[in-house]
């Protein structure tokens, strides 16, 4: 790379090639060592999730005891599926339509918006849950819709933001044209801004999905969990998989750590596959996704 | 823009203005109202979480709740006002030594990898390593605690025991290092929480690095530098606040991680301790672990007050991480 030569004395030389070779090196390993980390981890939870993962798992709920083998999180896959969907309904009108307001029509308050968006995303979500169980499991108790509430409180403020820079990259020159044909602003919005950004949404309202099925602090203040059955009317107490997995886990008994291990190994599998998706679809739009 | 100057093709819905801008009002008017509920739930969360934790700082001193490191819900009696039981500096300890650990493990490593994928990585796997950093990131936090208790426990035994041995017995240091170490710690937390914020340090370095012009990167590198040299003298001075920002944006999101630490870090509630090989809580573990079988009187509210602090906790940290970070780019702009 540097083959400057100049002056410089060759002991000089060497001392600058031996630091460079040293970076080398080190940034090598550190590289090395962070994908041999996320190896360990999705490897460690692979093998101990497929002792037991299986249709079994898939298709049964726990047993009563959870000492005793067998069973699995089916009820908990449901759970999660309906809060989720819950918290998708509620959260991605808010969060493009918060996104359309704070970019396409900046009107007043949008500064204050897009800040709040940015501190929102901060904010722990156990204290979304706690939020969440103050203004509503107080009044009607524990319950599906309460989880999904907080999941929706969690996943808004991460479309916004991705929302917000995909309609960004819209050319300027597709609105004019449209605006120039003498069409309204909003049917420039619904029928040329979001088609061209809609790849690029997908792909932020999919990473949110990805982000709210991994949660679980705000799910035990919000759903308390139901182990014992399948639950599908969401103004009951529900279960998720991701409190299956964290009850399941902090038992001291090896029959529910299998359980347990099959659950996080589900769990992963779901987040990643949608990760994975939201990131074929970005890659797909014509605006280029991130 | 009279509709009669207009083709024949054009759909009767683009050519009725007057409807047209009804509907351009209510449409704009909805997403006034996204917006505004976005603005509204951040103030209603402050305000309700004040609302929940009242009680308790009406019954004890307010200011009590940060002279104690005792948390003992047990003592707390419904009529009497006496000392209070829920003191929570503890946690709060907890929250900076465990979120403060993160940073300092991750930091260096997340600056690393940014710098490998930007800087040495050939241009084809790039955006592959970064896909499989940021996965990282998209491991639940369950997953992290429950692999943290079987996997990273047993390994950290010996590190554990190892600095126990030698730098749990340096004089002033000592205290900070000193044994037992069973497993469950502020460390074993710290490393748990380093793992979960380096691909959100990596990525925004990753962004401030990117930045960096490249004239004066081929410059350094025309002038003879190596690559060492044109980092250091083209990349890095650039990208210092930038760091800086990443990291308080790293260490915010650790300060609010509950699940994981909650699994790990032992969870005893009644003091400080000092050494990071301990056992203890953060205010985020003390709340999930507690919530749903607070019945101690003024237990519960008291929990809301730690929530409370959080917020007030993340929302500094958080807000300083953005300002610095925001203030780089537009240095570099």
């Known amino acids: ?290 | 823009m009279a509709a009669t100057t207009l083709s024949a093709d054009v759909p009767p819905s683009l050519t009725r203005p007057r409807g047209g801008r009804r509907a351009d009002r209510a449409f704009r008017a909805l997403t006034a109202l996204a917006a505004a509920l976005v603005i509204v739930s951040l103030v209603a969360m402050a305000l309700f979480l004040v609302d929940e934790a009242l009680p308790s700082m009406r019954h004890y001193n307010p200011v009590s709740f940060l002279t104690s490191t005792r948390w003992a819900p047990s003592e707390a009696v419904a009529g009497s006002s006496s000392v209070n039981p829920y003191g929570i500096v503890q946690f709060i300890y907890g929250t900076l030594l465990t979120s403060f650990m993160a940073m300092v493990l991750a930091v260096p490593v997340a600056i690393g990898v940014a710098l490998y994928i930007t800087e040495m990585a050939p241009a084809i796997i790039r955006r592959p390593l970064s896909y499989l950093v940021d996965l990282l990131a998209a491991i639940p936090s369950v997953v992290y605690g429950f692999w943290g208790v079987f996997a990273l426990i047993p390994a950290l035994k010996p590190v554990g025991a190892f600095l126990a041995d030698t730098l749990g017995h340096v004089p002033l240091l000592g205290a900070a290092f000193s044994g037992p170490f069973f497993g469950y710690s502020y460390f074993a937390a710290g490393v748990v929480l380093a793992i979960m914020i380096l691909p959100i340090i990596t990525a925004i370095c990753r962004e401030v690095f990117a930045v960096a012009p490249s004239d004066e990167k081929d410059a350094a590198l025309a002038l003879g530098a190596t690559r060492w040299e044109m980092l250091r003298m083209a990349v890095l001075p650039r990208s210092r606040s930038g760091i800086v920002g990443a990291s308080i944006l790293g260490m915010g999101r650790a300060i609010g991680e509950t699940i994981a630490v909650t699994m790990v870090i032992g969870n005893s509630v009644l003091a400080i301790t000092t050494s990071i090989l301990g056992q203890g809580s953060t205010m985020a573990s003390v709340i999930v672990n507690e919530f749903t079988e607070a019945n101690q009187p003024f237990h519960l509210d008291s929990l809301f007050v730690v929530a409370l602090w959080l917020l007030a906790l993340s929302l500094v940290v958080n807000v300083a991480g953005k300002a610095v970070v925001s203030r780089t780019s537009r240095d570099i702009a």
């Open chain 1, 1 to 290: 790379m540097s083959e400057s030569t100049g002056l410089g004395a060759v002991g000089l030389l060497s001392r600058r090639r031996v630091v460079d070779q040293a970076l080398t090196v080190t940034l090598s390993v550190v590289m090395a060592g962070t994908l041999a980390l996320l190896l360990w981890v999705l490897g460690y939870v692979g093998v101990e999730g497929l002792k037991y993962l299986g249709p079994e798992f898939l298709t049964q709920t726990p047993p009563g005891n959870a000492a005793d083998a067998g069973g699995g999180f089916l009820n908990g896959i449901i759970g999660s599926t309906i809060m989720v969907g819950i918290a998708t309904v509620i959260a991605v009108p808010i969060g493009v339509g918060t996104a359309i307001y704070v970019q396409e029509y900046a009107g007043p308050g949008a500064g204050t918006a897009r800040f709040l968006t940015d501190v929102l995303v901060g904010i722990p979500s156990i204290v979304t849950g706690a939020f969440v169980y103050a203004i509503w499991v107080v009044h009607f108790g524990f319950s599906g819709i309460a989880g999904g509430l907080a999941l929706g409180l969690v996943m808004t403020p991460l479309i916004v933001r991705t929302s917000e820079e995909m309609l960004r990259l819209v050319s300027r020159d597709l609105r004019e044209a449209s605006l120039a044909m003498g069409i309204g602003r909003a049917r420039t919005i619904v029928s040329v801004v979001l088609p061209t950004a809609s790849s690029g949404l997908i792909t932020g309202v999919m990473l949110a999905v990805a982000r709210a099925m991994g949660e679980t602090a705000p799910l035990l203040l919000t759903a308390l969990g139901n182990d014992l059955f399948i639950e599908t009317n969401p103004t009951k107490r529900m279960s998720s998989l991701s409190l299956q997995i964290f009850g399941n886990a902090i038992t001291g008994y090896r029959t529910a750590q299998a359980r347990a291990w099959a659950g996080a190994l589900t769990l992963i599998a779901l987040v990643l596959i949608f990760t994975l998706i939201a990131r074929l679809v970005g890659r797909r739009s014509a605006i280029a996704g991130r």
